[in-house]
């Protein structure tokens, strides 16, 4: 028996959620609301978490490996007093899953304790890293929040604004940052606004956040979105916008919409549920199939489905339970019974799916090895037919931009047909999204998304990284 993590199954994994609060007054349960903040970030990272808080002299700070609950004893939250403050939620990869790499990423330095909260992937830490250590840094990590205090401390500026923006102009890749420091808190978004990031407002306080759930979870107004090369510094003076670099083309991640973000945020003035619903529309009128039912693969596929069965005028249902209460980690059943993994978290209905010819949605195919499991669960349920729609293209290139695509080798995208993924997975029929389609649905020209993982074309040279490198984000 071993322990496995659960979210070890066939998705792509998100990086991190960042959420941040500034006032100029003492913010009553401060880590109360952090905290809140971060659980509805959870899906963007369960690896670790963490809280920095400072009163406007010190700063405090709280770390931890596992879910936000399990990071934050109700007795640790109480222990968090004063005014600014900023979470970190993270997923890893196996090798980089440690404790020192949690973040807020807490460092002295000249200029007063700064700490920095990071989601995304720089794709020249590297190089930076090696010249930092030629100066004479010393790296106590792997992540790049590291490389981006150093970079602040060694920027040579008195001011600490203009040493943030002169560092994150050096930076290449995707990066939201929450940075904080005894009396500021700063939102950052990348020249080409890959990962999220918006502000909001919670009585007299400032808000940031990844995703907009995260507002809509501790009560705060939406203000507005971060912009790409944006940098929005909240302090005694309020609220100050400043960019600090020429505008790049946009490359927002189209994959938080496919299945990254929640259904309930609004990123960019796109609400992900209806852009979601959007897809299954468009998913039907490009794969239509006689059946008698929609169901989703709970809950990723939902709002595809939803917007499926809407188009089809085949009805929806809800053929496959998801377990809700399953936690991070669970012990693996035995090698011979792999298959249970799946039935831990899904069960079929067998009263709904027994003699249906039924269209399965989900949201993208990895390695294929969960779909093939599910398909066989609803199959030994009585289905008829299993019709499988994804609303997504095939995903067939890695990620360099913060998600977990190690190598093409693990896609079964980029190594087999569509039918020949048909045949493996065990469906009647499979149908995916076209890229063409999935640019319609966006409602704004889809040359403003990152669509690199489908289609290979990057917006940032990454010709100089290694693909095979098991975690782009160590
Ligand atoms: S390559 Fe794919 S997952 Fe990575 S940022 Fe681009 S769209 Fe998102």
Redesign the pocket.
Known sequence: MWIKTLREDDK?KEACGIFGIYSNQEIEDIGHIIYHGLYALQHRGQESAGIAVSDGNRVNSYKGMGLVPEVFAPEVIELFIGRIGLGHVRYSTTGSSLLANAQPLVVKTAAGTVAIAHNGNLVNADLLRAELEEQGSIFQTSIDSEVIANLIARSGEKDFVQAVAKSVARLRG?FALGIMTENKLIGIRDPHG?RPLCLGKLDGAYVLASESCALDTVDAEFIRDIEPGEMVIIDENGVRSYFYTEPQPKAL???EFIYFARPDSVIDGMSVQLVRNAYGKRLALEHPVEADLVIPVPDSGTSAAIGYAEQSKIPFGEGLVKNRYVGRTFIQPTQKKRETSVKIKLNPIRKTLAGKRVVLVDDSIVRGTTSKRIIQMIRDAGAKEVHLRISSPIVN?P?????D?SSPEELIGATHSVEEIRREIGCDSLGYLSMEGMGLCMGVPPEQF????FDGC?PLDVSHLDHKKKSIFE
């Open positions: 792509l995707s890959f991640c189209i994959f290139n990620c360099y931009f913060g998600i695509i990152c669509k690199g993982c990057y």
